[in-house]
C-alpha cells in the first residue's frame, strides 16, 4: 500500500520512529516547536525501530523488523524504497557516513554489523564477534569512526572501530546496563549515552577517555540525539520525546505524541550537512 | 472530502472505538491514525511489537492482540520479541526454544517452565569416557546423558557398586575381589 508522505519544511528536526511511522518535531532554536509535530511517514505494517538521516540527498533511513529490511526515503516527498531485503533477522541501529556515502547498522539475532552503500550495493560485514544485543549505531564521518552499543546483559559496552571494522576497542565497559541509546556531537567531539539499566545519561570524550554524568534518574530510554546543547531521548516508559539540556544537566521540555505506544529510534535531520570532509569524501 | 456539497462528503473513519484516521490526498486511502493500545496497522487490523493477535480476524477467528507469552525467556529490554500474528517467540534465552520458550536447545536439560530457578535450562556435559552418546546428548528433563556398560551418574562419570576402572569406549570392569576376604 502506498503509504502517505508529507514533505517536510527546511529546517532542522528531530525524526523518531513510533511503530508504524516516522514522526517529526520541527526545532526553533533548541526548542521543539511541539504544536508541528507530524507523521512524516505512515508505514502502518511496520514496526520501525532505528532511523538516521543522509543530510546530502535529505533522506531519511530506517530499520524495520516486522519484514527485517532496510528502506529510505526522502524527506521532501517520495516513495519509500527498499534498500537491503535478504539476510536480515532483526536491524536494529543504523547510521548513515554522509561523507563516504556509505550505511551501517546493527543485527541483534545475527549479532553483527555490517556495512552497505546507500543504494545497498557493496554490502559486507564488518564485525562478527563478541557481539551479543548489539544496538545503537553512529558515526564521525570527518574522523573516520564507528561507535556502537552491546546491551548484553552479562557484559555491557561501548566500542569504537575505524569504519572498515579495523582498530576495534572497548570505550566504555564498567558501570553500564543497558546502554540502548549513542550519540556523537561534532562539536563538542563527546559521545553520549542513554542508560535505561542505570537510568543514567552519560558522555565522555572518546580520544581523552574521561567520563561524565549528564543526568540521573531518567526512566527507561531507547533512542538518543544530540544537537548543540541540548540531547532529546526517546522513553518507553513515558512514551515521549524528552529534551535535555546537557550542560545544565536537567530536563527542559518533552513531546508526548497523542498515540500512546513505544517511541524507537530518534535522530536529527539538520538543514545542512555538518562541515568537515575525510580521504573518502575526497578520494 | 468536505468540500464536495454532498451529505456524505464526510465518513465516519472505519476504525476502531471511533479513533481518527486520515485520508491521504493523491490515493483517497484511508489510514486510521490512533489505533486502541496494543494495535497498529491502516485499519487497525495488525497488533504492536510486544504483543500478538488478529484482532479483526483476517486469518480465522479474531484474536484480540495479547502481550507476547514466552514463559518468561525473552528479554523485555529486546524488540520485536514474538510474531505478531502466531505469537511464536524470536528471541527465547537462556538455551530455552519452542514457540513459547517452553524447552531446553538440544544439548541442554531442565524445567524452561521455572520461574525460580537461577538456570533454567544446564548444558548436557556428558563425561566423553562414560557415555556412549554424543556428549551434548541428553534427556531434556533429567539430564540423563546414555551411559555405556556399568556405568552411572547423571553424566555418565562414574562406576556402579561393584564396578571398577572406567575405560572411554568400553565402560567398567567387574571388580575381581575374592568373596571370602572381603568385607562386602
Same mark, same amino acid.
Given at each position: 500500500? !502506498?503509504?502517505?508522505?508529507?514533505?517536510?519544511?527546511?529546517?532542522?528536526?528531530?525524526?523518531?520512529?513510533?511503530?508504524?511511522?516516522?514522526?517529526?518535531?520541527?526545532?526553533?532554536?533548541?526548542?521543539?516547536?511541539?504544536?508541528?509535530?507530524?507523521?512524516?511517514?505512515?508505514?502502518?505494517?511496520?514496526?520501525?525501530?532505528?532511523?538516521?538521516?543522509?543530510?546530502?540527498?535529505?533522506?531519511?533511513?530506517?530499520?524495520?523488523?516486522?519484514?527485517?529490511?532496510?528502506?529510505?526515503?526522502?524527506?521532501?516527498?517520495?516513495?519509500?524504497?527498499?534498500?537491503?531485503?535478504?539476510?536480515?533477522?532483526?536491524?536494529?541501529?543504523?547510521?548513515?557516513?554522509?561523507?563516504?556515502?556509505?550505511?551501517?547498522?546493527?543485527?541483534?539475532?545475527?549479532? +553483527? *554489523?555490517?556495512?552497505? /552503500?546507500?543504494?545497498? /550495493?557493496?554490502? +559486507?560485514?564488518? *564485525?562478527?564477534?563478541?557481539?551479543?544485543?548489539?544496538?545503537?549505531?553512529?558515526?564521525?564521518?570527518?574522523?573516520?569512526?564507528?561507535?556502537?552499543?552491546?546491551? %548484553?546483559?552479562?557484559?555491557?559496552?561501548?566500542?569504537?572501530?575505524?569504519?572498515?571494522?579495523?582498530?576495534?576497542?572497548?570505550?566504555?565497559?564498567?558501570?553500564?546496563?543497558?546502554? %540502548?541509546?549513542?550519540?556523537?556531537?561534532?562539536?563538542?567531539?563527546?559521545?553520549?549515552?542513554?542508560?535505561?539499566?542505570?537510568?543514567?545519561?552519560?558522555?565522555?570524550?572518546?580520544?581523552?577517555?574521561?567520563? +561524565?554524568?549528564?543526568?540521573?534518574?531518567?526512566?527507561?530510554?531507547?533512542?538518543?540525539?544530540?544537537?548543540?546543547?541540548?540531547?532529546?531521548?526517546?522513553?518507553?516508559? !513515558?512514551?515521549?520525546?524528552?529534551?535535555?539540556?546537557?550542560?545544565?544537566?536537567?530536563?527542559?521540555?518533552?513531546?508526548?505524541?497523542?498515540? !500512546?505506544?513505544?517511541?524507537?529510534? *530518534?535522530?536529527?535531520?539538520?538543514?545542512?550537512?555538518?562541515?568537515?570532509?575525510?580521504?573518502?569524501?575526497? %578520494? | 472530502? $468536505?468540500?464536495?456539497?454532498?451529505?456524505?462528503?464526510?465518513?465516519?473513519?472505519?476504525?476502531?472505538?471511533?479513533?481518527?484516521?486520515?485520508?491521504?490526498?493523491?490515493? #483517497?486511502?484511508?489510514?486510521?491514525?490512533?489505533?486502541?493500545?496494543?494495535?497498529?496497522?491502516?485499519?487497525?487490523?495488525?497488533?504492536?511489537?510486544?504483543?500478538?493477535?488478529?484482532?479483526?480476524?483476517?486469518?480465522? $477467528?479474531?484474536?484480540?492482540?495479547?502481550?507476547?507469552?514466552?514463559?518468561?525467556?525473552?528479554?523485555?529490554?529486546?524488540?520485536?520479541?514474538?510474531?505478531?500474528?502466531?505469537?511464536?517467540?524470536?528471541?527465547?534465552?537462556?538455551?530455552?526454544?519452542?514457540?513459547?520458550?517452553?524447552?531446553?536447545?538440544?544439548?541442554?536439560? #531442565?524445567?524452561?517452565?521455572?520461574?525460580? $530457578?537461577?538456570?533454567?535450562?544446564?548444558?548436557?556435559?556428558?563425561?566423553?569416557?562414560?557415555?556412549?552418546?554424543?556428549?551434548?546428548?541428553?534427556?531434556?528433563?533429567?539430564?540423563?546423558?546414555?551411559?555405556?556398560?556399568?556405568?552411572?551418574?547423571?553424566?555418565?562419570?562414574?562406576?556402579?557398586?561393584?564396578?571398577?576402572?572406567?575405560?572411554?569406549?568400553?565402560?567398567?570392569?567387574?571388580?575381581?575381589?575374592?568373596?571370602?576376604?572381603?568385607?562386602?
Amino acid at each position: 500500500p !502506498r503509504p502517505d508522505v508529507h514533505p517536510l519544511p527546511p529546517g532542522t528536526h528531530l525524526l523518531f520512529a513510533q511503530s508504524g511511522r516516522i514522526e517529526h518535531v520541527p526545532l526553533e532554536g533548541h526548542d521543539m516547536k511541539k504544536e508541528d509535530a507530524k507523521a512524516v511517514l505512515h508505514l502502518p505494517e511496520k514496526v520501525i525501530i532505528g532511523v538516521a538521516y543522509d543530510c546530502v540527498e535529505k533522506m531519511v533511513y530506517w530499520t524495520e523488523i516486522t519484514s527485517p529490511s532496510i528502506s529510505k526515503a526522502s524527506i521532501q516527498g517520495g516513495e519509500p524504497t527498499e534498500v537491503i531485503r535478504s539476510d536480515l533477522d532483526s536491524p536494529e541501529g543504523i547510521a548513515v557516513d554522509h561523507l563516504g556515502r556509505t550505511l551501517f547498522w546493527t543485527d541483534s539475532v545475527k549479532d +553483527r *554489523i555490517e556495512v552497505a /552503500s546507500l543504494d545497498g /550495493s557493496q554490502r +559486507r560485514v564488518i *564485525i562478527d564477534s563478541d557481539l551479543v544485543n548489539p544496538r545503537a549505531i553512529i558515526t564521525d564521518p570527518p574522523n573516520g569512526n564507528l561507535y556502537w552499543t552491546d546491551w %548484553n546483559r552479562d557484559a555491557p559496552k561501548i566500542e569504537t572501530s575505524y569504519m572498515d571494522g579495523s582498530n576495534r576497542r572497548v570505550l566504555v565497559k564498567d558501570d553500564l546496563g543497558l546502554p %540502548n541509546g549513542l550519540t556523537y556531537d561534532p562539536q563538542s567531539s563527546m559521545l553520549c549515552w542513554a542508560d535505561a539499566g542505570t537510568h543514567k545519561m552519560e558522555c565522555t570524550h572518546p580520544a581523552r577517555g574521561d567520563r +561524565r554524568q549528564v543526568m540521573e534518574g531518567i526512566q527507561y530510554p531507547f533512542g538518543i540525539t544530540s544537537f548543540g546543547k541540548n540531547i532529546y531521548y526517546t522513553d518507553w516508559r !513515558r512514551d515521549a520525546v524528552v529534551a535535555v539540556d546537557r550542560y545544565a544537566g536537567k530536563e527542559s521540555d518533552q513531546f508526548q505524541p497523542q498515540k !500512546r505506544t513505544k517511541l524507537y529510534g *530518534i535522530t536529527t535531520a539538520y538543514a545542512q550537512c555538518p562541515s568537515g570532509q575525510n580521504y573518502c569524501a575526497v %578520494n | 472530502n $468536505a468540500l464536495i456539497g454532498t451529505p456524505g462528503d464526510c465518513q465516519p473513519c472505519p476504525c476502531p472505538d471511533r479513533t481518527s484516521c486520515s485520508q491521504i490526498a493523491e490515493t #483517497g486511502q484511508v489510514v486510521c491514525t490512533n489505533c486502541p493500545a496494543g494495535r497498529t496497522g491502516m485499519r487497525c487490523q495488525m497488533c504492536e511489537d510486544g504483543y500478538y493477535g488478529d484482532p479483526l480476524g483476517q486469518s480465522g $477467528a479474531a484474536r484480540p492482540c495479547a502481550r507476547c507469552d514466552c514463559n518468561g525467556n525473552v528479554d523485555f529490554n529486546a524488540v520485536g520479541i514474538c510474531d505478531h500474528v502466531t505469537g511464536r517467540c524470536l528471541k527465547c534465552l537462556g538455551h530455552t526454544e519452542g514457540d513459547q520458550c517452553q524447552r531446553c536447545r538440544r544439548g541442554f536439560y #531442565g524445567d524452561a517452565l521455572n520461574q525460580t $530457578a537461577v538456570q533454567k535450562c544446564r548444558a548436557c556435559s556428558c563425561n566423553p569416557a562414560g557415555t556412549s552418546g554424543h556428549v551434548n546428548e541428553c534427556h531434556p528433563q533429567t539430564g540423563d546423558c546414555r551411559c555405556l556398560g556399568h556405568v552411572t551418574g547423571r553424566d555418565c562419570s562414574y562406576c556402579e557398586v561393584g564396578f571398577f576402572n572406567l575405560q572411554p569406549g568400553v565402560g567398567c570392569e567387574r571388580c575381581k575381589c575374592n568373596p571370602i576376604g572381603s568385607s562386602s
